[in-house]
T-cell receptor, first 113, second 114 residues
C-alpha cells in the first residue's frame, strides 16, 4: 500500500529557479491538498482540489500554482523560488470533501538559497 | 473560523492515561473536531474525529461536552512511541465553501518518559 507518494523527498534550489513538486495517491480519493510546514509550526494549507478538475486557494497560496492532472495526481509548482518558501511540503488526500480524514505523504524538504 | 487553543507541551509516563484538551469557543453548528498525530519527519496521521458526545476507536477516545466549546483527546496507557505532536482541527470543509476545517495550529508536543 503506497498511499500518498511525494517526489522528490529533498531538493535544494537557488532563488529564482522554478520547480514542480509531484504528488500521487493510489486510494481512489477525490480530494487532494498541499500544505507547508515551517519549523515549530503547524501545517498551513496552500491549495486544495476538492475533486478532479477543481482547485481552490488555501491560507497561503501566493507564489504557488497547482495542477490536478487527473484523479491520482496533484502537483505544486514554484515559478520563481524565494528563500521564504524554504519549508517542508506535505501532500494529502481524502475520499471526498466532506470532512473525511486526510492521508498524508512523508513530505518534500525544500531549501531555497 | 473556529480558532483552537491547545497546550504547547505535555509530559507523562509510560502506562499512564493522557488527556489533551483543545478549546474552541466559537465552534459553529456544522463544525467537526478532528485530531491528528505527527512524528518527526513524517506527515500527520489521522487519529479520531467526532461531532458530539464521545467517540472511541482502537487507539483513542474523544470526549466532547454538550456545549462543544472544547474537546479532550484521551490516550490510554501511553508508551514511548506515543511521543509526538498532536493537532486539533475544528471546522467544516466542503467544496466552494472554503477550507476552515483544514487549519492546523501549532499542536501539543507530548513527551512520554520511561
Amino acid at each position: 500500500n503506497a498511499g500518498v507518494t511525494q517526489t522528490p523527498k529533498f531538493q535544494v534550489l537557488k532563488t529564482g529557479q522554478s520547480m514542480t513538486l509531484q504528488c500521487a495517491q493510489d486510494m481512489n480519493h477525490n480530494s487532494m491538498y498541499w500544505y507547508r510546514q515551517d519549523p515549530g509550526m503547524g501545517l498551513r494549507l496552500i491549495y486544495y482540489s476538492a475533486s478532479e478538475g477543481t482547485t481552490d486557494k488555501g491560507e497561503v497560496p501566493n507564489g504557488y500554482n497547482v495542477s490536478r492532472l487527473n484523479k491520482r495526481e496533484f502537483s505544486l509548482r514554484l515559478e520563481s523560488a524565494a528563500p521564504s518558501q524554504t519549508s517542508v511540503y506535505f501532500c494529502a488526500s481524502s475520499e471526498d470533501d466532506s470532512n473525511q480524514p486526510q492521508h498524508f505523504g512523508d513530505g518534500t524538504r525544500l531549501s531555497i538559497l | 473560523l473556529a480558532k483552537t487553543t491547545q497546550p504547547i507541551s505535555m509530559d507523562s509516563y509510560e502506562g499512564q492515561e493522557v488527556n489533551i484538551t483543545c478549546s474552541h469557543n466559537n465552534i459553529a453548528t456544522n463544525d467537526y473536531i478532528t485530531w491528528y498525530q505527527q512524528f518527526p519527519s513524517q506527515g500527520p496521521r489521522f487519529i479520531i474525529q467526532g461531532y458530539k458526545t464521545k467517540v472511541t476507536n482502537e487507539v483513542a477516545s474523544l470526549f466532547i461536552p454538550a456545549d462543544r466549546k472544547s474537546s479532550t483527546l484521551s490516550l490510554p496507557r501511553v508508551s514511548l512511541s506515543d511521543t509526538a505532536v498532536y493537532y486539533c482541527l475544528v471546522g467544516f470543509f466542503y467544496s466552494g465553501g472554503g477550507a476552515d476545517g483544514l487549519t492546523f495550529g501549532k499542536g501539543t508536543h507530548l513527551i512520554i518518559q520511561p
